[in-house]
């Protein structure tokens, strides 16, 4: 009888690690993220469809997982193991779409219910109604078949898995589910395909997960058999795999023929080797307990690395948001600076101060000013976006989707006419433009005059108040005009509220314009409490064992 660790506080610490560890992302493209997201993807397999129901189930029956490239004939095997045709085999390759688990009728309500595999809807015959070639039901869900046969032993589940190099990508993402949900890992290679790579990183897998392993050595030629078999165990051995139970097929008829059966000789050492795990109960418990503790001590190296491309993705993300916040303070700060200046007042805005009051109205002359004061504001976010493009083209993270602008045209030519930022500036600066000339109504209406129709016109206090503010010296006149026509007093303070009013709706253009480019970093929700977690998960898990 198989004594597992089925304590409620371990269950519950892995029920945490697990979420844990689902709630990490990467979605920054940094040269770690697609193996981070692999190992993630790995790691929940192994909880979800093998450690946690082992541990709540160690009575269950035994599943070993048949894996290997395309055309290794693990179908052939499978089939040959259970004495009947229940996996198709075949030369056309890619053969196994579907996976097949066979178990004894007796123990088919172990796989049944989603105890194990529970991503994979179950179908019960051969082929289903809707159910297509390449394993996806009528509604996109993945299948598992489940066979029965009374010629298999009570207590052993063989599961035929896809191609692990499959031209299906999502087939190949299943394969490797599906070894994750193993207590034995059966994998299968040829005499010609051997030292191929794909088999080798499984291999080494199940070696650094401490796994309980076999392999299977097929389709070998009669005359080179002992040849093979010599180098293939060298392969073995200096991988640190040499104690690995290994057979050997030998190459027969019924091997390339699509019959889908072997003599029973022919696979008689690994059916024996089988079955002495499932019963002989020593056998039984070593077999479960090394491939479920060898993987809670893998999360003892598999934990802290997910935590570290968590941390990865989190400084990326700091030094994305750091080179926003750099560019939009220097633009601020130099805006600041070209606005005490007087840059405001140039081009059109300085050539209708000049004419005015002769040759242009208070309007026409708060027009040009507002136009000017907009002019100034797009190029700080302009020159604030490339800098931040010159600066993230340096970082790999930057290369998600929808971070760089690619250039101010590319980028004004993606938006609608109502959210450019021309359009967004256009209407902070008409609000600017508005309250400035309700403040100067404010302070004509407060104006103490007996004759009030001596009262100077508020838009000529606005005019006025404008180009003062936005003039620097070259409004000097602007600011005594100002104060001849409200007086010292009133114009002193009706400048210190304009002054205010114009930081202000300079603070919200810049901030709104960074926060904007900042939004599609934020989306991604990249923070750096996901580290914490996972190692604090993985330290209550360790004091459980």
Same mark, same amino acid.
């Given at each position: 009888?198989?004594t597992?660790?089925?304590?409620?506080?371990?269950?519950?610490?892995?029920?945490?690690?697990?979420?844990?560890?689902?709630?990490?992302?990467?979605?920054?493209?940094?040269?770690g993220a697609?193996?981070?997201?692999?190992?993630?993807?790995?790691?929940?397999?192994?909880?979800?469809?093998?450690?946690?129901?082992?541990?709540?189930?160690?009575?269950?029956?035994?599943?070993?997982?048949?894996g290997?490239?395309?055309?290794?004939?693990?179908?052939?095997?499978?089939?040959?193991?259970?004495?009947?045709?229940?996996?198709?085999?075949?030369?056309?390759?890619?053969?196994?779409?579907?996976?097949?688990?066979?178990?004894?009728?007796?123990?088919?309500?172990?796989?049944?219910?989603?105890?194990?595999?529970?991503?994979?809807?179950?179908?019960?015959?051969?082929?289903r109604?809707?159910?297509?070639?390449?394993g996806?039901?009528?509604?996109?869900?993945?299948?598992?078949?489940?066979?029965?046969?009374?010629?298999?032993?009570?207590? *052993? @589940?063989? !599961?035929? &898995?896809?191609?692990?190099?499959?031209?299906? %990508?999502?087939?190949?993402?299943? #394969? +490797?589910? $599906?070894?994750?949900?193993?207590?034995?890992?059966?994998?299968?290679?040829?005499?010609?395909?051997?030292?191929?790579?794909?088999?080798?990183?499984?291999?080494?897998?199940?070696?650094?997960?401490?796994?309980?392993?076999?392999?299977?050595?097929?389709?070998?030629?009669?005359?080179?058999?002992?040849?093979?078999?010599?180098?293939?165990?060298?392969?073995?051995?200096?991988?640190?795999?040499?104690?690995?139970?290994?057979?050997?097929?030998?190459?027969?008829?019924?091997?390339?023929g699509?019959?889908?059966?072997?003599?029973?000789?022919?696979?008689?050492?690994?059916?024996v080797?089988?079955?002495?795990?499932?019963?002989?109960?020593?056998?039984?418990?070593?077999?479960?307990?090394?491939?479920?503790?060898?993987v *809670? @001590?893998s !999360?003892? &190296?598999?934990?802290?690395?997910?935590?570290? %491309?968590?941390?990865?993705?989190? #400084? +990326?993300? $700091?030094?994305?948001?750091?080179?926003?916040?750099?560019?939009?303070?220097?633009?601020?700060?130099?805006?600041?600076e070209?606005?005490?200046?007087?840059?405001?007042?140039?081009?059109?805005?300085?050539?209708?101060?000049?004419?005015?009051?002769?040759?242009?109205?208070?309007?026409?002359?708060?027009?040009?000013?507002?136009?000017?004061?907009?002019?100034?504001?797009?190029?700080?976010?302009?020159?604030?976006?490339?800098?931040?493009?010159?600066?993230?083209?340096?970082?790999?993270?930057?290369?998600?989707p929808?971070?760089?602008?690619h250039?101010?045209?590319?980028?004004?030519?993606?938006?609608?006419?109502?959210?450019?930022?021309?359009?967004?500036?256009?209407?902070?600066?008409?609000?600017?433009?508005?309250? *400035?000339?309700?403040?100067?109504?404010?302070?004509?209406?407060?104006?103490?005059?007996?004759?009030?129709?001596a009262?100077?016109?508020?838009?000529?206090?606005?005019?006025?108040?404008?180009?003062a503010?936005?003039?620097?010296?070259?409004?000097?006149?602007?600011?005594?005009?100002?104060?001849?026509?409200?007086?010292?007093?009133?114009?002193?303070?009706?400048?210190?509220?304009?002054?205010?009013?114009?930081?202000?709706?300079?603070?919200?253009?810049?901030?709104?314009?960074r926060?904007?480019?900042?939004?599609?970093?934020?989306?991604?929700?990249?923070?750096?409490?996901?580290?914490?977690?996972?190692?604090?998960?993985?330290?209550?898990?360790?004091?459980?064992?």
């Amino acid at each position: 009888m198989v004594t597992l660790d089925v304590r409620p506080q371990l269950l519950d610490a892995l029920s945490a690690l697990r979420e844990r560890v689902a709630a990490a992302r990467f979605p920054l493209p940094l040269p770690g993220a697609p193996r981070a997201r692999t190992n993630r993807d790995e790691l929940l397999a192994q909880l979800d469809d093998y450690l946690v129901p082992r541990l709540r189930a160690p009575e269950a029956p035994l599943l070993a997982v048949v894996g290997g490239s395309t055309g290794a004939g693990k179908s052939t095997l499978v089939n040959s193991l259970v004495g009947q045709q229940v996996s198709e085999a075949g030369v056309l390759r890619p053969t196994t779409r579907t996976p097949v688990l066979v178990c004894h009728p007796e123990d088919q309500h172990w796989f049944s219910g989603m105890r194990v595999l529970p991503q994979l809807t179950r179908v019960w015959v051969r082929r289903r109604e809707g159910e297509g070639a390449d394993g996806v039901g009528p509604d996109g869900e993945r299948l598992l078949r489940v066979e029965t046969a009374d010629t298999l032993p009570r207590g *052993l @589940a063989l !599961l035929d &898995a896809p191609d692990i190099d499959s031209l299906v %990508a999502d087939n190949r993402v299943l #394969a +490797a589910e $599906l070894i994750c949900a193993a207590d034995v890992w059966v994998m299968v290679t040829t005499a010609s395909r051997y030292a191929d790579a794909v088999p080798w990183h499984l291999l080494r897998t199940a070696k650094e997960h401490d796994a309980t392993l076999v392999t299977v050595l097929d389709r070998v030629p009669h005359q080179v058999v002992g040849e093979v078999s010599r180098q293939y165990g060298a392969l073995l051995t200096k991988a640190g795999l040499g104690d690995v139970p290994r057979f050997t097929v030998p190459e027969l008829p019924e091997s390339a023929g699509g019959g889908g059966l072997l003599p029973a000789t022919a696979v008689e050492p690994l059916r024996v080797w089988l079955e002495h795990r499932v019963q002989e109960p020593s056998s039984r418990k070593q077999a479960i307990e090394r491939t479920a503790y060898g993987v *809670l @001590a893998s !999360l003892n &190296a598999r934990m802290p690395e997910l935590a570290a %491309a968590v941390a990865a993705q989190y #400084a +990326a993300a $700091l030094r994305l948001t750091s080179a926003v916040d750099d560019a939009y303070e220097c633009e601020h700060a130099r805006v600041r600076e070209r606005l005490q200046a007087g840059a405001a007042l140039a081009g059109d805005a300085l050539k209708r101060w000049r004419a005015y009051p002769l040759d242009c109205g208070p309007g026409e002359l708060l027009d040009a000013i507002a136009e000017s004061l907009e002019a100034l504001l797009l190029c700080a976010v302009t020159a604030a976006d490339e800098r931040i493009d010159n600066a993230w083209r340096r970082e790999p993270a930057a290369q998600a989707p929808g971070l760089l602008h690619h250039g101010r045209r590319a980028e004004t030519a993606l938006y609608e006419d109502d959210d450019s930022p021309e359009h967004r500036i256009g209407v902070a600066v008409r609000r600017w433009r508005r309250e *400035l000339e309700e403040h100067a109504e404010d302070e004509v209406r407060a104006l103490d005059r007996a004759d009030k129709s001596a009262l100077p016109d508020a838009e000529v206090v606005a005019a006025l108040l404008a180009t003062a503010l936005l003039g620097g010296r070259r409004a000097r006149t602007a600011g005594e005009t100002l104060a001849e026509r409200i007086g010292a007093h009133g114009a002193l303070r009706l400048r210190d509220r304009g002054g205010r009013l114009l930081t202000d709706y300079l603070d919200k253009v810049l901030g709104a314009e960074r926060e904007r480019r900042l939004a599609p970093l934020d989306a991604l929700d990249v923070n750096p409490e996901p580290q914490a977690e996972l190692i604090a998960a993985l330290s209550v898990l360790q004091k459980e064992r």
